[in-house]
């Protein structure tokens, strides 16, 4: 019989945690947490932590990332799913184009909030490309998915 895997997701947001809460209710191994994750967590080691369409709203991608390694039990992983990494040359315009961006949208104010990681971050640690858009079989096959999947372990 296969044990039923924890669920938990963390969020800083409060409007979107109390939205979610409610969702909860009806998944017995699923539990919302409002706040820093690394607080909240103290005494819990975590098999993986997935963060999807979610790492560019984290200023300092190894900080996160160290952070998210000590809630890892051992042989634990990180996922990054949906989320753009540049290489330094696209970075200038890149950030320009989220400014012009999220100034069309009516929301300047989020380029603030915006970070912009490249593929040089994920460099100090133990990764591996899951996905990469931009191999030569994937260019070949000319696959329209433009985001890396990025597993780092612990």
């Given at each position: 019989?296969?044990a039923?895997?924890e669920?938990?997701?963390t969020?800083?947001?409060?409007?979107?945690?109390?939205?979610?809460?409610?969702?909860?209710?009806n998944?017995?191994?699923?539990n919302?947490?409002?706040?820093?994750?690394?607080?909240?967590l103290?005494?819990?080691?975590?098999?993986?932590?997935?963060f999807?369409?979610?790492?560019?709203?984290?200023?300092?991608?190894e900080?996160?990332?160290?952070?998210?390694l000590?809630?890892?039990?051992?042989n634990?992983?990180?996922?990054i799913?949906?989320?753009h990494?540049?290489?330094?040359?696209?970075?200038?315009?890149?950030?320009?184009?989220?400014?012009l961006?999220?100034e069309?949208?009516?929301?300047?104010?989020m380029?603030?909030h915006y970070?912009?990681?490249?593929l040089?971050?994920?460099?100090?640690?133990?990764?591996?490309?899951?996905y990469?858009p931009?191999?030569?079989?994937?260019?070949?096959?000319?696959?329209?998915?433009?985001?890396?999947w990025?597993q780092?372990?612990?």
């Amino acid at each position: 019989m296969m044990a039923t895997a924890e669920h938990i997701a963390t969020d800083n947001f409060e409007t979107l945690y109390f939205q979610l809460r409610k969702k909860e209710e009806n998944i017995s191994n699923l539990n919302f947490i409002y706040g820093d994750p690394e607080s909240n967590l103290k005494e819990k080691k975590i098999d993986s932590i997935i963060f999807a369409a979610s790492i560019q709203y984290f200023e300092s991608f190894e900080e996160i990332i160290q952070k998210a390694l000590r809630l890892l039990k051992p042989n634990g992983e990180i996922h990054i799913l949906d989320s753009h990494f540049y290489s330094m040359s696209e970075l200038g315009a890149a950030i320009e184009r989220s400014k012009l961006y999220f100034e069309g949208a009516g929301f300047p104010e989020m380029s603030q909030h915006y970070f912009h990681h490249t593929l040089d971050s994920v460099a100090n640690f133990n990764y591996r490309f899951l996905y990469n858009p931009n191999s030569l079989l994937n260019r070949f096959l000319k696959n329209k998915k433009p985001f890396y999947w990025i597993q780092i372990q612990a």
